[in-house]
């Protein structure tokens, strides 16, 4: 696959003026679903309820789209990404995915996925199956990018004295995490969902086809370092 154009993928406006931010939304949505999204971040029950109706039609439209490549930003929660779908149970997202099931995309039909600083808050045995489904909707030769806490790094400088005790329990312990990998471990479950070509990245990695969307230790204000970053391929043919 060639390189991507970045011009595809540029980021939602950050303005925070309110009606500017409704005015892109309604454009992008449509009224019914931007203030139905908009609603259900002040009552986030109801979105489990009438996300997947609502946002349904925007997936569905995306999916059936000639325009690509087809990025999915699976998990980005707010990370809204121009010309990709960002999808996930946060209201704030495109659409409504809950990616412990089976992912609404068929069989082949996606080019690029990127799963930033998601797949540490699932179980290891949830994240084999998501990574398994992510192997099956990815096209053969289609790329995955996974950004997640980097146990190498943080065991590393625990012992070196770089890395303090309150920053390893919070990777541990805070922000709903359930399993730190290591690196060889994050690229064996690769290996075991069926995915090929594996290779750590770094952060904002200019030979990836993805790195340049990497943006959590910018949104959060932490040591990029903390994370590791690791691509893999469907490989081609694949069945």
């Avoid at 991507?4 to 449509?30: C, I, M, N, Q, W």
């Avoid at 910018?218 to 469907?234: G, M, N, T, V, W």
Wanted: hydrophobic letters at 40%; glycine letters at 10%; one cysteine or more.
């Amino acid at each position: 696959m060639g390189t991507v154009d970045t011009l595809l993928f540029r980021k939602a406006p950050a303005s925070h003026d309110l009606l500017t931010k409704l005015e892109f939304y309604r454009r992008r949505y449509g009224l019914f679903h931007s203030l139905a999204r908009f609603a259900a971040t002040r009552a986030r029950f109801l979105w489990p309820i009438i996300g997947p109706m609502v946002s349904g039609p925007y997936r569905r439209r995306w999916a059936a789209s000639a325009d690509g490549p087809k990025l999915l930003n699976l998990g980005g929660g707010s990370n809204i990404i121009a010309g990709a779908l960002t999808a996930d149970v946060d209201p704030r997202a495109d659409c409504y995915v809950d990616a412990l099931r089976p992912l609404p995309f068929e069989d082949a039909s996606v080019d690029l996925i990127l799963l930033e600083e998601f797949i540490e808050h699932v179980s290891k045995e949830a994240g084999a199956r998501l990574l398994r489904e992510c192997r099956r909707v990815l096209k053969p030769g289609g790329s995955i990018r996974v950004a997640t806490p980097d146990l190498d790094w943080l065991g590393t400088g625990i012992v070196g004295g770089t890395v303090d005790c309150d920053l390893m329990n919070s990777t541990f312990y805070g922000h709903g995490h359930r399993y730190i990998y290591s690196r060889a471990e994050m690229a064996k479950t690769l290996e075991s969902a069926g995915f090929g070509a594996v290779r750590h990245s770094s952060y904002g990695d200019p030979e990836s086809a993805l790195g340049y969307l990497d943006s959590h230790a910018r949104r959060f204000a932490h040591d990029p370092l903390l994370s590791q970053y690791i691509e893999a391929k469907r490989p081609a043919g694949a069945a």
